[in-house]
């Protein structure tokens, strides 16, 4: 079950506030004032890692030795953030949060396995997967069936990539 901590907030910069001015070009990560647009419930035991993705350009030499350099910034991907049995009135904003295509790329405060510390990247939002327990119908007077409900979520699951 989710509980009321988090790994991660989408955040959003204040008013005002172009994030290219306060970004560290050495490790893509941001400084800028912000406000916090969702909170991300705390994802079950086993429903997340961080993956560092590191760019390099070389190859193998005449030798079969390998020669190269990093390239770039490493790359974050949390993968996948996934939550077991949520019921519907906290799965629901986090569902519609990233069904919708405005959110597709977002700035996320979250915590970095690899410093310790909770800092700002920018991110998209891969795959989602939802896996309902029991799809609950709502009927009219002539037993037609006009909406419905979930009981609770066996499985929400998203990847959050880096930019």
């Known amino acids: 079950m989710a509980s009321t901590n988090f790994v991660m907030q989408v955040v959003a910069p204040q008013t005002g506030i172009n994030p290219l001015n306060h970004k560290n070009t050495d490790n893509s990560t941001y400084a800028f004032p912000f406000d916090v ?29 390998f020669e190269g350099i990093v390239i770039g910034n490493p790359k974050h991907k949390i993968s996948p953030f996934q939550w077991k049995g949520l019921a519907p009135d906290i799965a629901q904003p986090l569902i519609q949060y990233f069904a919708n295509k405005k959110h597709f790329t977002f700035y996320a405060r979250y915590f970095d396995l690899i410093t310790n510390t909770f800092i700002i990247r920018q991110f998209y939002r891969g795959d989602m997967k939802i896996e309902p327990n029991m799809f609950v119908p709502i009927k009219d007077e002539q037993d037609t069936i006009i909406g419905g409900t979930v009981d609770k979520y066996n499985l929400i699951q998203v990847d959050v990539v880096e930019v």
């Open 37 to 65: 647009v969702f909170t991300v419930p705390m994802p079950s035991w086993d429903g997340w890692n961080l993956q560092q993705s590191v760019m390099v350009d070389g190859g193998r030499n005449a030798n079969g030795d």
